[in-house]
């Protein structure tokens, strides 16, 4: 914590207002799910289908090329966000391409995601289940994609109604094979945009002007955007990798940050403070 102090304010003027005024907004990969387990990298929602038999290993092969290619782009300090934007479109777009000439089957998602390595971080089923018995809204957005993230949360008995999600959404043909992505793409860095896509959402949340936002990268900053009349807002962010360099940015940037943490330990316990389980 850069201010210790900061974060201490925020969270007593929270508990003041109390739980009811609270929701959650959280990307998904590599924040709710796990970064690493036992050393080995867990798979993101795209790499569930990069890893599984539903693409031809031609395919694969490209996704590989273009995640070399673009990743130390993604991550690199040195970089703007306004310089990584176009590149991060250019990515996504390619990818997304690539994917749909695969076809893939809707049916077979749900294999790939049980067959898959994916991790929800450990004390997962806390935080799902506490938020719901508290009707304290959760709010997915994720620049992975949403069918796959929906399985790895229904698939680990979580995919309660208090839980929303705003990612990019396959869209199937008649047969039931990919045949495009819906709507606007959601990348890494215009998740404000998604944000603000969805006030119409946010409206029906006015009610609840605190916020704790989760993230794994500095594009996650934004998510909160289309929140109007906000009160407060505490940042926790999982700096998961390439952690000297880019420390001393998520500190200035986020309010708490976790450093190698594969648990859900600090965002648990601020829940249980928030809900009144001191």
């Not at 049916?107 to 506490?130: C, I, K, N």
């Not at 880019?246 to 600090?266: A, G, N």
């Amino acid at each position: 914590m850069r201010d210790p102090q900061r974060v201490e304010e925020i969270l007593q003027s929270m508990v003041k207002a109390g739980s009811n005024t609270v929701q959650v907004i959280s990307d998904f990969d590599m924040t709710l799910t796990r970064f690493a387990y036992k050393g080995k990298r867990c798979p993101t929602c795209h790499n569930i289908l990069d890893n599984s038999n539903l693409i031809s290993n031609e395919c694969r092969e490209e996704l590989k090329v273009l995640l070399d290619t673009y990743y130390p782009i993604e991550i690199d300090s040195a970089r703007s966000i306004a310089e990584k934007l176009p590149l991060m479109v250019e990515w996504w777009t390619k990818a997304h391409n690539i994917l749909v000439q695969q076809k893939i089957r809707k049916d077979l998602l749900a294999t790939a995601v049980r067959d898959s390595d994916a991790m929800l971080r450990e004390g997962y089923q806390l935080l799902f289940d506490h938020l719901h018995e508290h009707s304290i809204p959760l709010l997915i957005f994720s620049a992975g994609i949403g069918d796959i993230l929906e399985e790895v949360i229904r698939q680990a008995g979580v995919f309660h109604s208090n839980v929303k999600v705003f990612s990019n959404y396959m869209d199937f043909d008649e047969s039931g094979l990919l045949k495009a992505f819906k709507g606007e793409l959601i990348h890494i860095y215009n998740k404000r945009e998604g944000a603000l896509l969805n006030t119409g959402h946010f409206q029906e949340l006015r009610t609840r002007p605190n916020v704790l936002l989760l993230g794994d990268s500095l594009g996650d900053l934004t998510m909160a955007d289309g929140v109007q009349d906000m009160e407060n807002i505490l940042k926790i962010g999982f700096l998961n990798d390439k952690v000297e360099e880019r420390k001393q940015s998520y500190l200035d940037l986020y309010d708490i940050v976790l450093v190698q943490d594969e648990t859900l330990e600090v965002p648990n316990a601020i829940m249980l403070y928030l809900t009144g389980n001191k």
